[in-house]
C-alpha cells in the first residue's frame, strides 16, 4: 500500500467515523449497543497497535464524550484505572462503555481484558460510575456484557 492509499483510506476511516458521532448527537442516547459496536468497527478495529478508550455517557446515556485513553503495542497496553476515574469525573459521566482493541484481529477477550474490567468497574462504582459494556475490536466486536463478563 502506498503513502497515498494510506492517507485516502484514514481520510475514509476518519469522515466515517465524524458521521457515526453526528448520528450519535442527533439521537441523543446511546441505547442500541449496534451503534457502539458500528463505531468502534471503524475507529480502532483496525489499528496496528493497541489502543483503549471509553465511551463517556450520561445518566441517560447520551454520549457526552469518546476518549482514546491509552496507546499501546502490538499485543498489549497499559491501563491505570486511576487516569480512566479521572476521565469520568473530569467528564461528569454517570455511565462508560469500554473499548479497546486487538491488532491480531482475533476479539477474543483474554483473561487480563476480564480482570482489567472487574478492577474498572470496582473503581469507578466508588465515583457512582457504571460501566455499560467493554467492547473488543477484531475482526469482529466482542461484548464481555453480552459474555456475562463485564
Known amino acids: 500500500m502506498t503513502d497515498t492509499q494510506a492517507q485516502h483510506e484514514a481520510d475514509i476511516l476518519g469522515e466515517a467515523e465524524a458521521?457515526?458521532?453526528?448520528r450519535w448527537t442527533r439521537q441523543g442516547t446511546l441505547s442500541d449497543p449496534k451503534a457502539a459496536r458500528d463505531w468502534l468497527r471503524v475507529h480502532c478495529a483496525s489499528m496496528v497497535a493497541e489502543i483503549f478508550g471509553v465511551i463517556l455517557l450520561d445518566n441517560k446515556h447520551r454520549v457526552l464524550q469518546t476518549r482514546e485513553l491509552f496507546r499501546g503495542t502490538?499485543?498489549?497496553c497499559s491501563v491505570p484505572p486511576r487516569e480512566v476515574v479521572r476521565a469520568v469525573i473530569?467528564?461528569?459521566a454517570a455511565a462508560v462503555i469500554l473499548y479497546h482493541n486487538h491488532p491480531s484481529g482475533i476479539s477474543e477477550p483474554s483473561g487480563a481484558d476480564v480482570a482489567l474490567t472487574?478492577?474498572?468497574?470496582q473503581a469507578l462504582d466508588l465515583v457512582g460510575c457504571r460501566v455499560l459494556d467493554h467492547l473488543v475490536a477484531g475482526e469482529t466486536i466482542t461484548s464481555l456484557a453480552a459474555r456475562g463478563l463485564c
Open 19 to 22: 458521521i457515526l458521532h453526528r
Open 90 to 92: 473530569a467528564c461528569n
Open 74 to 76: 502490538l499485543d498489549g
Open 118 to 121: 472487574q478492577v474498572l468497574k
